[in-house]
């Protein structure tokens, strides 16, 4: 009995078997079946052959004739199947390689030729090549914003590229969260001053003691702070907020930053921290950025043993602010868990 009859008879069906035409001829005679399945050739006839030999029994024009292939045909199928879909997940596996090496090597073609011009802008706004005219340094000050931006964007491009790959190095030293808010919040102040949008910030002033990859967590701070300046309107408002909860017994610090933009539909939240992903991704999209900053948040915040949380719009103030943009909540563990290899996460 083949599987497709071991199915029906499990399933509480009567089976007739026949093994080839005119055996099933006899068999449709004496049982009138409902059904007729057809495996293979049966006797060297096709399905058609089959049919003429059955047609001019009473009462059988209505009964259906369903051709099945045959055992070793439909192991040869599911081969090839397989074979196929090996060689897409090779060339897709490939193809991703090929993508984070590119990511990794453009990021470095780019880099290069742009910390000189970092550099030479620094020395002429510090005058140590002359003295300058307030136009000159006004126009240098905004060289330099440019050129920091783009510098930014370049690493985050290089992050992403290393954290694809499981390669991106998380070392574990003492800091204080708070001042690497702190930081963040007075990094970020030039382009809010060109944005125009004002920033009001919440961090407590006694220490906040953890033990972590600052530097990281505080481009990862950076990038959302970014964003939320990015997505509000000129004349508009960003709240920051720190905070300490606990759970089980493990300390975690909390960032929280709002801002008063136009907010985001709730079928494109659980979207939001994929890379690459745009709100608005159209040719006419009035955001610039890669769609990256967020994803690359995220993963810093669960390397700490946290993680990213997204609302919009807030059901909360923050920094005393009851803002109806967007807010994004990053937090993370006072110690970064131990692993096996402490300075590295996959």
Known sequence: MDAAACALVAAGHGVVSAKDGPEARKAALAHLPDLVLVEGDLGNADHAGIAVQLQDIPGFDAVPIIPLPSIDGALAVLQEQN????????????????????????????????????????????????????????????MRN??????????????????????????????????MAGQAVDAIQPRAQEANVRVRARI????????????KLRRAVLHV???????????GKVAVEVVTETDA???????????????I???????????????????????GGMGLGLAFARRVARAF?????????????????????TAVTLSVRAKMPSRSNPDKVA
């Open 83 to 142: 074979r196929t879909l090996h060689e897409s997940n090779r060339r897709l596996e490939h193809m991703a390689r090929l993508r984070r090496d590119f990511l990794r090597n453009i990021t470095h073609e780019l880099a290069t030729p742009l910390t000189p011009v970092i550099g030479y802008v620094g020395l002429l706004l510090e005058e140590q090549l002359g003295p300058l005219s307030p136009l000159q340094k006004q126009s240098l000050t905004s």
């Open 146 to 179: 440019s050129a920091e931006r783009l510098r930014f964007l370049i690493d985050t491009l290089l992050d992403m590229s290393l954290l694809e790959s499981g390669s991106m190095h998380f070392y574990e030293s003492a800091y204080d969260f708070a001042h």
């Open 204 to 215: 407590p002033g006694d220490s906040l003691a953890a033990m972590g990859d600052s530097e």
């Open 225 to 235: 702070l970014d964003n939320a300046i990015k997505f509000t309107p000129r004349g």
């Open 249 to 263: 017994g493990d300390v975690y610090y909390v960032i929280r930053i709002a801002d008063s933009g136009a907010g």
């Open 265 to 287: 539909d709730a079928e494109q939240l659980e979207h939001i921290f994929e890379p690459f992903y745009q709100v608005d991704g159209s040719p006419t999209r009035a955001h």
């Open 305 to 325: 043993g946290g993680d990213a949380k997204i609302e919009s719009p807030p059901v909360q103030s923050v920094a005393g602010l009851s803002l109806r943009g």
